[in-house]
């Protein structure tokens, strides 16, 4: 489903620096989730946004979601070789809804 | 631990057999779910089960079938009528949504097909 787009779709960065990845959804969110994965493995939970302007953080790690609910952005602070990784966006649609849409994920490189 | 298994980890079919995928949580939660992974294009979901011995077809259902006869166990055969199985297979659960309470869903680690 092209419902859900994240942008970039890849990224490098030096490691110590600042970082935002975007996920945009084209319909209005109930559930917004994040998740981490490294290549060829499964998908490690970091943070479910729903309510619009939330805000959650995890030691370096923020994720927003706009009031319209319909954006997310995760940003993480000072990038280490450890956040390397595919980050993907989940959403829910409705209430109730026991199956997440995801977008097409983010390749994240840091340079030690 | 609690959590999500899949097994095998890597496997290699030749065309035209079927393959079953497995998948064992002992997390009790109450939904499972297939996804299939291929590069570029996200996960997309194949098949869904809320309760035992019922599911519901996903996105890509076709070529695939699934059984849900314990609450713990969710596998995937992978049939000869799918026409390119070659993909990352993962199995994921969580407890059910609710209309105050979003549901996380956890995933296991990945399963590998190749069709040779």
């Known amino acids: 489903s092209q419902e859900l787009e994240q942008s970039p779709q890849s990224l490098i960065v030096q490691e110590g620096k600042n970082l935002t990845i975007n996920c945009t959804s084209s319909?209005?969110?109930?559930?917004l989730y994040w998740y981490k994965q490294k290549y060829g493995e499964g998908l490690i939970f970091l943070m479910m946004?729903?309510?619009?302007?939330e805000e959650k953080s995890h030691e370096k790690i923020t994720a927003k979601l706009d009031e319209k609910k319909q954006q997310s952005s995760l940003h993480i602070t000072a990038s280490q070789p450890s956040h390397a990784g595919i980050y993907l966006c989940?959403?829910?649609?409705?209430?109730?809804?026991?199956?997440?849409?995801f977008g097409t994920g983010t390749r994240l490189t840091v340079i030690p | 631990d609690g959590g999500i298994t899949q097994s095998p980890k890597y496997l290699f079919r030749k065309e035209g057999q079927n393959v079953t995928l497995s998948c064992e949580q002992n997390?009790?939660?109450?939904?499972m779910y297939w996804y299939r992974q291929d590069p570029g294009q996200g996960l997309r979901l194949i098949y869904y089960?809320?309760?035992?011995?019922?599911?519901q077809k996903g996105d890509i259902a076709e070529g695939y079938s699934v059984s849900r006869e314990k609450k713990e166990s969710f596998p995937l055969t992978v049939t000869s009528a799918q026409k390119n199985p070659t993909a990352f297979y993962l199995c994921?659960?969580?407890?059910?949504?609710?209309?105050?309470?979003?549901?996380?869903?956890?995933f296991g680690e990945g399963s590998w097909l190749t069709v040779v």
């Open positions: 994921a659960s969580s407890r059910l949504s609710s209309r105050t309470a979003g549901n996380t869903i956890y």
């Open positions: 319909k209005t969110l109930y559930g």
């Open positions: 946004l729903q309510k619009g302007g």
């Open positions: 989940g959403a829910a649609y409705q209430t109730g809804a026991n199956n997440l849409f």
């Open positions: 997390l009790n939660h109450d939904a």
């Open positions: 089960s809320q309760i035992v011995n019922d599911f």
